[in-house]
């Protein structure tokens, strides 16, 4: 029989902050819960207690953390920040895994591709020991298609207790909240069949002219938080009474330098021709006119990306030049954000006075580390050059008060995570962030996109009224895309 090794210490190392007590004694006594703090609020701290809880009170014998492969360093720096525990890794290498299982660690820590890769043994382990489970970014199972979640949700009753956290619980469609749900409650809150609440939740084109589909979208919208309530705590930084600095958000418009806006219009009327000959545009999933439209994303950010012959200087860096320069006058810090690596390495090289560094899904885990380190600790480094899928989570770059974002995709979750990297818990200035429009571009379109969805994630979750939402409500962005495309209505028919 495995001896379980019970003599490192389960006392915390630092006590909790008061919205992290309140969030922690909700939930340590139920069977599942959802941890819904917005981002910056702390929640890992609040996962490591749960863990050490549970351990301390034989809740549990084990306990695994699951969360992205590129957190992995942040949560063993954070579990020996906050506990006394070391960690057990399971990653791709089997043979190590086969000792790591085999091992009295009470600890273990993986990212969610493990899940798939050591299903099988994953399941034999639950059989064997008492685990609980804390998906860290449980967005990350938001698809319930994908081989990720669809392990995780067959995983999901053999865990003691199962604890998902994620500051974007609506990641980017109100029906993102589905399958992360089942992981917890086995299908009971919000039904078993995905593709109905699917229909009923989504954020689709046709709310626009159809005040009766849009008042329905409105309460089932309404109505799912209500059904996850009982098992979830949610905070955002203003009902957690935190007194963070204040956070300004703004838009500046630039204008395309002259041969961008030349291809531009190429790329605008190749599209527009295409939409019209399927009809009218279809946006809600097409994702073959998604892709077309971030086309237009990138050639309004830098046409060098879809054209090498490009050689000019593209319009928004020369705001992007003020703004830098700005921040580092007044010997501040300041991140540089595109969802391009082409463009991240070209602002990089542009940026090079400043001692930049460099951080996107290309470069090595390793050599991202040391660019973070880089512009956390060494005052001449005062810009970070990032893609959201590579620094948009579980980073603190608070270092830093400035954000701006070159260009924006469609996704919700990437546009509030990495913002929200430099207004979190330790910033102690006033932050700015600063989107960069393109003139007459698809980037307005983009803007009331994501305004959209976050207002629809702010009622799905809990952070305003039905009231507040029917106030705010605005589907423009329906309409908007004709402007867009330069389409009208005799040219669709």
């Known amino acids: 029989m495995l001896r379980i090794q019970k ?16 969030a922690f004694a909700a939930v340590k006594d139920l069977p599942y819960a959802a941890v ?11 996962g490591l207690d749960l863990a050490l809880f549970w351990l301390a009170n034989d809740v549990a014998d084990s306990i695994l953390i699951v969360t992205k492969k590129s957190l992995i360093e942040n949560w063993r720096n954070e579990i020996a920040d906050h506990s006394h525990l070391r960690p057990r890794i399971l990653g791709q290498d089997r043979n190590a895994n086969f000792y790591a299982f085999n ?12 899940i798939v890769s050591e299903r099988k043994r994953l399941e034999l382990f639950l059989k064997t020991r008492k685990v609980a489970a804390i998906f860290d970014e449980a967005h990350k199972i938001k698809n319930p298609e994908a081989e990720i979640s669809q392990a995780a949700h067959v995983l999901a009753p053999g865990f003691v207790r199962r604890v998902i956290m994620t500051g974007t619980p609506v990641a980017n469609r109100p029906y993102d909240l589905w399958s992360q749900i089942k992981f917890l409650d086995l299908g009971k809150s919000l039904g078993d069949e995905f593709a109905s609440f699917k229909r009923d939740l989504d954020l689709s084109n046709e709310l626009r002219n159809d005040d009766r589909r849009a008042q329905a979208f409105a309460n089932e919208l309404e109505a799912v938080f209500e059904k996850v309530r ?32 030349e291809i531009y219009a190429q790329f605008r009327d190749e599209l527009a ?53 700005s921040a580092i006058d007044a010997r501040e810090k300041i991140v ?26 290309g470069i090595e885990i390793a050599k991202r580390e040391e660019a973070l380190i880089a512009f956390k600790t060494d005052p001449q480094t005062r810009v970070l050059v990032a893609t959201p899928g590579a620094a948009k989570e579980g980073l603190t770059l608070t270092v830093a008060n400035h954000a701006v974002f070159y260009d924006r995709s469609f996704s919700l979750d990437d546009y509030l995570q990495a913002q929200d990297r430099i207004h979190r818990i330790s910033q102690d200035k006033p932050c700015f962030v600063t989107n960069l429009i393109g003139t007459d571009t698809v980037d307005a379109w983009v803007d009331a996109l994501l305004s959209a969805k976050h207002l629809a994630a702010q009622l799905g979750q809990g952070d305003i009224d039905r009231e507040e939402y029917d106030k705010r409500a605005d589907y423009a962005f329906a309409d908007m895309i004709r402007e867009v495309l330069r389409l009208n209505t005799q040219e669709e028919e």
């Not at 819904?36 to 609040?46: P, V, Y």
């Not at 091992?103 to 493990?114: C, K, T």
Request: contains cysteine; charged residues 25%.
């Open 7 to 22: 003599a490192a210490s389960l006392d915390a190392k630092r006590s909790a902050f008061p919205h992290q007590m309140e």
């Open 36 to 46: 819904f703090h917005e981002q910056g609020l702390g929640k890992t701290k609040i």
């Open 103 to 114: 091992s009295p660690a009470r600890l273990y820590l993986m990212h969610y591709e493990v």
């Open 230 to 261: 009982p098992f979830s705590v949610r905070e955002t930084k203003k009902t957690a009474g935190l007194k963070l600095p204040d956070k300004t958000i703004s838009n500046l418009e630039c204008e395309l330098e002259p041969r961008q806006a």
């Open 273 to 325: 021709a295409i939409v019209v000959r399927q009809g009218r545009p279809i946006l809600d999933d097409a994702e073959d006119i998604l892709k077309r439209l971030l086309r237009l994303v990138q050639v309004a950010s830098n046409p060098a990306m879809v054209d090498q012959a490009y050689r000019s200087v593209p319009g928004k860096m020369r705001a992007l030049d003020e703004l830098v320069t």
């Open 336 to 361: 540089v954000w595109t969802n391009f690596t082409a463009n991240a390495e070209a602002l990089y090289h542009h940026l090079g006075e400043f001692g930049a560094v460099l951080v996107h899904g």
